[in-house]
């Protein structure tokens, strides 16, 4: 462990000593130390208030609606956020999910012609600190153009950095006895390395803002920016952030959230699986708030989910903000020529012009060959840099709208599926990856949090399935999970493979067997001392390719 007010530092990462001797000088240490233990005492308070307003929710039976105390920032028609910098105003396709200590991606990445690319430490990541100095480190070498063969910065897809969310600590920092915020660590390191550099290829410091709740979550980083930029002798309002609504309480706080950010703020976006998954987090012990199946019953078309789309757009343009979409998680199949990837092409088309027709200015894929098709489905149905004109004067959104529950049950199907992906995603955490390739899509922590969430609440409120009636049961999950962990374990490439399926097959059942549901799936691991001990002194995690995924 790195002792910030003291010279004792733990041998980096194997492999990383000269990326970590370059990241972590004694002025950054310094700097981090200032950063981290300005702001711990408010990480705490938020989180405490997180767990104090679910409390409030719970105790009352109450639902949430648009706060009559912040009432006066919705009605007044006057303020805006200030404009963006040139190079954020036409991002129609950014590449997803691209954690850069996965080098050949974040280098294909930036050798694309994606308009930005989101260097993710959060879903896309597992966050070992292997992972966290490497993709780092070659974010600070790709700001100051020392990738061989990659456009330099100011040429290059801008980089929107991702940093870890809130519920995540660094376990490798301790500042005054305890550990770190895990955003905080990744933002000062990015922020001191890069926060010039960037600035003065007119290309940055841009941020993804994950998992916020609240308008405080806003006011809090907000708060940081201000600090940094001061810190760092950088203009007010160099910093420009992306906040993702990814949980519903947030939803009803679009407004305000800008309003707090009104002079850091690159917009809004909207995703789809983290959202969803915030129901059953927040409400999910509810009869009424029981989710279907997601594989057949929950897609952005569904009213909840288009609600809250219109709803974004319409805020964040009337307030002179970007809305931006969630990410294409399909794969295009190699031949394409092949009837299946016209398919593909054709479901992510059908599913992005939706996105487009309600009036986002951008979103993201992650196959990059899906960029071409989707800049090209941009020029077709829009005009100019974005759609900042599309006021959506039609919208009218209520919190019934927003909290409607779509109409569905449970298939064997898609039982199945959440058993598989849950699973999947503990062994890729366990093996330093943070996303995988299954039938066809990248799966990450989003998709991983809405297959457990879903399993769990289907227990807990003892649903039936469509197929044959059968009770969703911890006997039946039970049973499912071995089946799901026997048809796996012949894709393992060696007894080491086989023996962390079968850990995280246990995991997951641990998991969602729980009396009480634990907040976030990667929170839960990142304390798991197995997860702990996998990670210690982690070497890179085995290479990875689409052609190696799951099927």
């Known amino acids: 462990i790195l002792l910030l007010q003291s010279p004792l530092v733990c041998p980096p990462p194997p492999g990383l000593e000269a990326e970590y001797s370059t990241l972590l000088t004694a002025d950054c240490r310094h700097f981090l130390h200032e950063l981290i233990s300005t702001f711990d005492e408010e990480v705490d308070q938020i989180l405490q208030f997180r767990v104090h307003r679910k409390a409030e929710l719970d105790l009352s039976g109450g639902l949430p609606s648009f706060p009559e105390s912040t009432a006066h920032i919705r009605r007044d028609p006057a303020w805006r956020v200030l404009p963006v910098p040139p190079r954020l105003r036409r991002r129609h396709v950014d590449v997803g999910d691209l954690a850069p200590c996965d080098t050949q991606r974040f280098i294909k990445g930036l050798q694309s012609p994606a308009q930005g690319l989101q260097v993710d430490f959060d879903d896309g990541n597992c966050p070992t600190f292997y992972n966290q100095i490497k993709g780092i480190h070659n974010v600070v070498q790709a700001v100051h153009n020392q990738i061989p063969n990659v456009p330099c910065i100011s040429q290059a897809p801008v980089l929107m950095l991702r940093p870890r969310a809130w519920n995540m600590v660094e376990h490798n920092i301790l500042v005054e006895g305890k550990e770190a915020p895990g955003p905080l660590f990744d933002f000062g390191l990015l922020m001191f390395h890069c926060g010039q550099k960037l600035l003065e290829q007119q290309s ?169 098709p989707m800049q090209r489905l941009f020029q077709l149905h829009t005009e100019g840099e974005n759609q900042l004109q599309q006021l959506r004067p039609d919208v009218s959104v209520t919190p019934g709208d927003l909290l409607q529950m779509p109409s569905g049950g449970v298939t064997l ?122 990670s210690f002194g982690q070497t890179p995690p085995p290479k990875q390719t689409q052609a190696s995924s799951w099927h």
Request: net charge positive.
């Open 204 to 372: 940055g410091p841009f941020f993804y803002l994950s998992k916020v709740e609240s308008f405080m979550e806003a006011r809090l980083w907000n708060n940081i920016f201000i600090w940094t930029q001061q810190k760092l002798a950088l203009p007010l309002g160099s910093i420009k952030a992306t906040v993702l609504i990814e949980n519903v309480l947030a939803a009803f706080q679009m407004e305000e959230i800008l309003y707090e950010l009104r002079d850091h703020s690159a917009g809004l976006n909207c995703g789809l699986w983290d959202y969803s998954a915030s129901f059953v987090n927040k409400f999910g012990h509810r009869p009424a708030f029981l989710l279907p199946d997601r594989s057949k019953y929950v897609n952005m078309e569904k009213h909840f989910l288009r609600s809250y789309m219109d709803l974004l757009v319409q805020t964040c343009h009337r307030r002179g903000a970007l809305a931006t979409g969630g990410m294409a998680a399909l794969l295009l199949p190699q031949d394409p020529s092949s009837a299946s990837h016209r398919k593909a092409l054709d479901t992510v088309t059908r599913l992005k012009l939706l996105e487009i027709r309600a009036g986002v200015d951008g979103f993201m894929v992650y196959d990059l060959n899906l960029i071409r």
């Open 413 to 534: 199907y898609g039982l199945r599926h959440n058993i598989a992906v849950g699973v999947l995603f503990i062994k890729a955490w366990l093996s330093g990856k943070g996303h995988f390739f299954y039938r066809g899509q990248v799966e990450d922590s989003a998709t991983a949090e809405i297959s457990r969430s879903q399993v769990w609440q289907w227990l807990r409120h003892q649903a039936r399935l469509e197929d044959d009636s059968r009770l969703v049961s911890r006997h039946l999950v039970s049973e499912l999970t071995g089946d799901v962990l026997q048809q796996l374990s012949s894709l393992c490439p060696s007894p080491r493979s086989k023996r962390m399926l079968h850990t995280a097959a246990d995991m997951f059942l641990e998991v969602v067997l729980k009396r009480y549901f634990p907040e976030f799936i990667t929170s839960y691991l990142n304390q798991e001392h197995t997860f702990l001990t996998s």
